[in-house]
């Protein structure tokens, strides 16, 4: 599952390729893929042009001059694959980045009027493109849930703790990965978050001080702004949109590195499982 890093640099290069582009047709092979009336498509999709490329927590957001938006979810193996006098991929890297498209892998086809394509495709097959009114987004029963982005400028420290009273008994670690807390916070940043923040990912809540708080709140913008510079997570499967792989594990501190010695202190790594995921602490830096 890529991570808000990931997301927010695919919607970064999708930004460059397709934003004032009009879809001319699209064709799809299964509606699991494409859950969409052949109405809807013909009335606000087809002739749409695109007017942004827009992210909440690990969703896409297409929005179109129709006053209609597609929802892109790429879940584990979904890319994106823009195909014009360049070619540009986005996503889980596979065959489908050099093959010639559609492929076997393809799901959705969308070409606009210029000729140029963009491609779904997912091995899978758990990912969707789901065209919603604009202004019905936000009540996607998704949208209505998931908690604040972490990185936006008005969300602070003192908003970030609050996130977390009522999960006071809850483990901080599984706090963290709870996107109704806070979004897009997945297994790498929340290791490397509390790592920076010297906080034990067994620690409950409740046991988190005001100024332990503060200090994650700024680690967890520290790590998601360097991941989002450095093109997202290595050993995550994802590109960004000129198809480069993402070089933010050059940076970790402890995600992976389990029995090679801290960057702070030099103690041993260590790999243990918290909320149901495997999780690297420094046993020194971070006391349980």
Same mark, same amino acid.
Request: hydrophobic share 35%; aromatic share 8%; with cysteine.
């Given at each position: 599952?890529? *991570? ?6 695919? +919607? ?17 092979? !299964?509606? @699991? ?13 087809? =002739? ?10 690990? #969703? ?5 001059? &129709? ?16 195909? $014009?006098?360049?070619?540009? $991929?986005? =996503? ?12 076997? &892998? ?8 210029? @000729?140029?394509? /963009? ?5 899978? +097959?758990?990912?969707?493109?789901? /065209?919603?009114?604009?202004? *019905? ?6 949208? +209505?849930? #998931? ?22 008994? !809850?483990?901080?670690?599984?706090? /963290?990965?709870?996107? !109704? ?16 923040? @010297? ?7 409740? !046991? ?5 708080? *503060? +200090? ?42 389990? =029995?090679?010695?801290?960057?702070? %202190? $030099?103690?041993?790594? *260590? ?10 602490? %420094?046993?020194? %830096?971070?006391?349980?």
């Amino acid at each position: 599952m890529p *991570e808000l890093p990931e997301v927010e640099t695919v +919607k970064r290069g999708l930004l460059r390729l397709i934003v004032g582009k009009q879809i001319a047709e699209v064709t799809h092979d !299964t509606s @699991k893929s494409f859950p969409n009336t052949g109405a809807d498509v013909q009335e606000f999709l087809i =002739g749409g042009r695109i007017i942004d490329v827009r992210r909440r927590a690990k #969703v896409l957001l297409v929005d179109l001059d &129709s006053n209609y938006t597609l929802v892109i979810h790429l879940k584990m193996t979904g890319q994106l694959v823009f195909v $014009g006098s360049e070619r540009w $991929g986005a =996503g889980h890297p596979s065959d489908s980045f050099v093959n010639d498209l559609p492929d076997k &892998s393809t799901r959705v086809e969308f070409t606009f009027d210029d @000729k140029t394509k /963009l491609f779904f495709n997912d091995q899978r +097959k758990f990912g969707w493109v789901k /065209l919603y009114p604009t202004i *019905e987004v936000p009540n996607i029963d998704f949208m +209505k849930r #998931v908690g604040p982005e972490p990185l936006e400028d008005d969300f602070t420290a003192e908003a970030f703790r609050e996130r977390f009273a009522r999960r006071a008994r !809850t483990n901080i670690k599984a706090a /963290l990965l709870d996107q !109704t807390v806070v979004a897009g916070v997945g297994n790498i940043y929340a290791d490397e978050a509390l790592w920076g923040a @010297k906080i034990h990912p067994r620690r409950l809540v409740n !046991t988190i001080t005001d100024q332990e708080f *503060e +200090k994650l709140y700024h680690a967890v913008r520290e790590v998601m702004n360097l991941s989002i510079e450095k093109g997202g997570s290595s050993n995550h499967t994802y590109r960004d949109a000129e198809g480069n792989k993402g070089s933010y594990m050059q940076f970790a501190n402890v995600f992976r590195r389990e =029995g090679k010695p801290c960057n702070r %202190c $030099g103690t041993t790594i *260590e790999k243990l499982r918290v909320a149901g995921r495997g999780t690297h602490i %420094c046993p020194h %830096c971070q006391v349980e």
